[in-house]
């Protein structure tokens, strides 16, 4: 399942990653690292009387685990050893909350292929973080700029 070049994905392909439980340090930390410490995430009375009833994980903290989870099925299954750079994100959401306790996965399919010059080219990748109930809570499109096959 290993893959090194652009060529060796196909539109369609779908990577599902393993699943990760969200804690409480999780958030704490995540707040701490960016000095986000806003009441929703870190105030147990706040964000009980909010719609949320409960302390949610930042939209920003349930990306960036998204993002990482698909790397836990190898180091060159998602991204190919001829990664060269992540591209950027497009149509990011945050769809649902995330709270504590929540386990989540990310299903990622390859949208589609393009070629940028002889030596690289674009993986597009639609990305959907799900918790344990299959409820989206986040969506994007991803793409990272790779390597293409030698011409020989």
């Known amino acids: ?20 439980t969200i804690t409480e340090t999780d958030i704490v930390m995540f707040a701490a690292f960016t000095g986000d410490w806003h009441l929703l995430h870190t105030n147990v009375e706040y964000a009980a009387k909010t719609s949320y009833k409960e302390r949610i994980a930042h939209g920003a903290l349930g990306f960036s685990i998204g993002l990482s989870l698909p790397r836990r099925l190898g180091p060159y299954v998602m991204l190919p050893k001829s990664f060269i750079a992540f591209y950027g994100v497009e149509n990011l959401r945050f769809i649902g909350p995330i709270k504590i306790g929540d386990t989540i996965l990310t299903e990622i399919r390859v949208n589609s292929l393009i070629e940028k010059d002889n030596k690289r080219g674009i993986l597009e990748y639609e990305g959907i973080v799900k918790n344990q109930r299959d409820e989206a809570v986040v969506s994007m499109v991803l793409r990272a700029l790779v390597g293409r096959k030698p011409k020989v």
């Not at 399942?1 to 990760?20: A, H, I, L």
Request: proline share 5%; hydrophobic share 30%.
């Open 1 to 20: 399942m290993e893959k090194v070049y652009f060529e060796d994905y196909q539109e369609g392909e779908v990577f599902v990653s393993p699943c990760r």
